[in-house]
C-alpha cells in the first residue's frame, strides 16, 4: 500500500504568487517509509495541516532547481536531521540542486546537505536502490528509482519511476511530451502523476498539455493518471471537467489532484488528510478512554 499525498496541486508562475492552488509537492506514503517530492513553498505548512511530522519525513525527491519544488527542502532537511543535531534523512536531486547549474546557483545550501545521511545526485536516465537505515518508523526500508530524462529548461531535471511496497508510481515532473522516452518509461505503471500545466489547446514550451497527455496515455496505459502542477487557466476553467475530457479521450481512469488530499492505492479512492486526522485523533481518545475504563 502506498498513499499518494497532495500538498500542492498548482503549477506556473502565476498560480506560484496568488495560490491559488498550493505549491508543496506530495509525498508517497509507505509502510515504513515517507518520501516527499518537490517541497516548493507551503509544504512545511501543509504538511502540518494534514497532520504529519515533518521530522518523520525519510526522504526528499527534487526534480529540478526551480523554485516551485525546492523552496522548503532546507526547512525538512532540518526536521529530517532533527533541528540540524543530526545527521538524518536522504535527499535525491538534479546536479542544478546539489551542486548548481551553469551559473554556479544551486538549490539547497552545503550546510544543509552536510546534515544530511545520504545526499545523491540523481542524473537522467540513471538507476538507485536507496536503502533507508533509520526510517522513522523504526524499522529499515528501501526503494528504487529510475530518473526519466525531460525537456525542460533544467537540463539536469528528472522524471521518475519509483518502486515501494511492490506500488510503481510515475511522475513527468515538468517536461514536454517525449514519445520516445515518456511511453516506454512510465508504461503500465501504477499511477501516473502528470504535471499537466495546460488544456490541449493552450500549449507552452517545456511543459505538458492535456493533448500530449492524452497520447502519452493511450501509449503507455497507466492503471490511473492524476493530474496536477496545474496551471492558473486550467484551475479556473475546472481542473475536473479536463480530467474527464483526458479520461474519456485516453480510456485511462484520470483524476485532479486536489490539496490536502490523499489517494490510497489500497483503498482506491481519495480521502480528506484533515478528516482522516481527525478521525483517527476521536478513535484514539475512544480507545484511551476504553482503557482507562477497564484500568479503573
Avoid at 534523512?89 to 548548481?100: E, H, Q
Avoid at 523504526?138 to 518502486?163: C, E, M
Avoid at 504535471?195 to 490511473?224: C, Q, R, Y
Avoid at 488528510?273 to 477497564?294: T, V
Amino acid at each position: 500500500m502506498v498513499d499518494l499525498l497532495f500538498l500542492g496541486t498548482g503549477g506556473g508562475r502565476f498560480n506560484l504568487v496568488r495560490q491559488m492552488r498550493g505549491t508543496g509537492g506530495f509525498l508517497l506514503l509507505g509502510k515504513n517509509a515517507t518520501i516527499h517530492v518537490d517541497p516548493g513553498p507551503g509544504a512545511l505548512l501543509r504538511l502540518h495541516a494534514a497532520g504529519l511530522d515533518p521530522q518523520k519525513t525519510d526522504a526528499l525527491i527534487v526534480t529540478h532547481m526551480h523554485v516551485d519544488h525546492v523552496s522548503d527542502a532546507g526547512v525538512l532537511i532540518e526536521a529530517m536531521s532533527d533541528h540540524m543535531l543530526s545527521k538524518g534523512g536522504v535527499l535525491l536531486a538534479s546536479r542544478s540542486v546539489i551542486s548548481g547549474d551553469r551559473h554556479g546557483d544551486k538549490s539547497i545550501s552545503t550546510y544543509h546537505q552536510s546534515r544530511l545521511e545520504q545526499c545523491v545526485t540523481l542524473a537522467p536516465g540513471e538507476k538507485k536502490e536507496v536503502r533507508i537505515a533509520k526510517a522513522k518508523s523504526g524499522r529499515p526500508d528501501s526503494f528504487s528509482i529510475t530518473a526519466v530524462p525531460v525537456k525542460h529548461d533544467d537540463p539536469t531535471g528528472f522524471g521518475f519511476v519509483l518502486t515501494l511496497d511492490g506500488v510503481r508510481i510515475g511522475y513527468t515532473s515538468d517536461t514536454e511530451y517525449l514519445p520516445a522516452v515518456h511511453d516506454k518509461a512510465f508504461a503500465g505503471v501504477d499511477a501516473l502523476i502528470a504535471n499537466n500545466l495546460k488544456t490541449a489547446d493552450d500549449h507552452i514550451p517545456d511543459h505538458l498539455n492535456s493533448g500530449d497527455l492524452v497520447k502519452l496515455l493511450k501509449s503507455a496505459k497507466p492503471k490511473l493518471c492524476i493530474l496536477s502542477h496545474m496551471g492558473m487557466k486550467l484551475i479556473v476553467s475546472g481542473p475536473e471537467l479536463e480530467a474527464a475530457r483526458i479520461q474519456s479521450a485516453s480510456g485511462v481512469p484520470t483524476y485532479a489532484g486536489k490539496d490536502g488530499y490523499y489517494y490510497c492505492t489500497e483503498r482506491c479512492g481519495w480521502f480528506d488528510a484533515a478528516k482522516e486526522k481527525k478521525k483517527a485523533k476521536e478513535g484514539k481518545s475512544r480507545k484511551d478512554e476504553g482503557q482507562k475504563r477497564l484500568t479503573l
